[in-house]
């Protein structure tokens, strides 16, 4: 007798689950976003410095654990990135909806937590530029160091006394790499 496969759609992951934890949807199966204290800091700390380099255009929203849908060839697939950028002339009416994110963000960044998989990051920078991303950034705190891979294929690597600009995507965004990591 074959076994019936439980396959999960993307609206549970706007759902409150009952443990309190957050998923991503992979191919249909629900996978719990292990993060990290330090990483969640890190990732508050990346949003603010980007609402900083929009306040005064308001140009976009930067939003962190928002799951988008973007990845229509891989079927019931959503994903979490833990900080995202979207131009307002990206989304429908330029403004956030209750709807699913069906559209790609200009910028993606995942921090890195002790327990994620090389492999599952390679997936989602794949995923992402696949998708449309114009940037990708890989923040590891331990290094101190942001790895940024762009639409074009270009990869550059960050380190702590680095300057990681936006130019193309948020022409006011300039900060010293340093800055996204917590100070003794």
Known sequence: MA???????????????????????????????????LAVWVATEICFRI????????????????????FPWL?????????????????PDGIPTNDAVTVAPELCVEVMSPNDDALQIEYKIDEYLRAG?????IVV?????????HQN?????????????????IDTFSVRVGEFFPQK
């Open 75 to 91: 079927g019931e697939h959503g994903r979490r990135p833990d900080v995202c950028y979207f131009k307002k002339s990206t989304l």
């Open 153 to 169: 294929g270009k990869l550059e690597q960050f380190r702590e006394n680095d300057t990681l600009t936006l130019t193309g995507i």
């Open 51 to 70: 609402r900083l380099a929009i306040d005064a255009t308001r140009e976009g929203f930067v939003q962190a654990e928002l799951p988008i849908k973007c």
């Open 141 to 149: 705190p331990e290094t101190k160091s942001v790895r940024v891979f």
């Open 133 to 137: 991303v114009q940037q990708v950034w």
């Open 3 to 37: 076994v019936a496969e439980i396959t999960h759609t993307f609206d549970e992951l706007f759902k409150e689950h009952p443990d309190g934890k957050l998923y991503e949807l992979v191919r249909g199966e629900l996978v719990e976003k292990e993060v990290a204290h």
